[in-house]
């Protein structure tokens, strides 16, 4: 799903670097983001707007702006999402203002999304980063998942659904991270960062 009207009222994107990390539900992206902001803190996280209801410990406006569906449509409407999607019956979406102030400042911005969204963004913009946060393996995405248990079992058994056919858009990506262990995987996409701005230099130069 796309949101046609912000395109054309944003289009001067440049200076900061759009990072979007997506990967299968239980590959542990929130984790590795959370860790990789805390060592660098510079870059700004989008907050998404969602129609699902919190979990607990799930703060409104930190982890997720909690709008209902009404809201949410309105939104869609306005053309204030940079992209948006729908899945296991609620709406994900990407408010385009703050990403696009942050960026025209130079800031480098982080989105953490799913799969369909990431790909349209990347269509928009392909100056975007991608980047695949895996598991090792498809058994451990799928003990991890299990664990977690914050699901009911249709949620879960959607989620393990979903799990086979994400894995097969690792393509679209631009680098893929396993997360063996998060400190791997965040000094990897760390790496990966201070590569991209050291690029940035030279093309200054
Ligand atoms: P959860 O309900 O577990 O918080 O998130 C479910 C999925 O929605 C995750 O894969 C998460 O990355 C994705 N998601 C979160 N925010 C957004 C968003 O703004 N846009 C899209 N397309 N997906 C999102």
């Known amino acids: 799903m796309k949101s046609k009207k912000s395109e054309s009222k944003y289009k001067t994107l440049n200076k900061g670097h759009l ?5 299968p539900s239980g590959a542990g992206k929130g984790t590795v983001v959370c860790e990789l902001l805390c060592r660098m803190p510079e870059i700004k996280l989008s907050v998404s707007a969602t129609t699902r209801k ?16 009404e809201e949410f449509l309105k939104m869609i409407k ?24 942050n960026l025209e400042q130079g800031k480098d911005v982080l989105l953490e999304i799913d ?6 963004v990347k ?27 914050s699901e009911s079992q249709n949620q879960l058994n959607e989620r393990l659904l979903r799990v086979e056919e994400e894995i097969k858009c690792r393509q679209i990506y631009d680098y893929v991270v396993i997360n063996d262990t998060v400190d791997n995987a965040v000094n ?18």
């Open 78 to 101: 306005d053309g204030e999402f940079l992209e948006y999607d729908r899945h296991f019956e609620n709406y994900y979406g990407t408010p385009i203002k703050y990403v696009y102030e």
């Open 19 to 23: 990072l979007i990390m997506s990967g």
């Open 123 to 149: 269509e928009k913009y392909p100056e975007a980063k991608l980047f695949f946060i895996d598991a090792p393996s498809i058994d451990e995405l799928k003990r991890r998942l299990v664990c977690r248990n």
């Open 188 to 205: 990897k996409i760390i790496q990966i960062i201070k590569e991209m701005r050291i690029n940035d230099n030279k093309t200054a130069d």
């Open 115 to 120: 799969i369909a969204g990431a790909k349209q």
């Open 54 to 69: 919190p979990r607990n410990g799930e703060v409104d406006g930190v982890s997720y702006f909690f709008i209902t569906e």
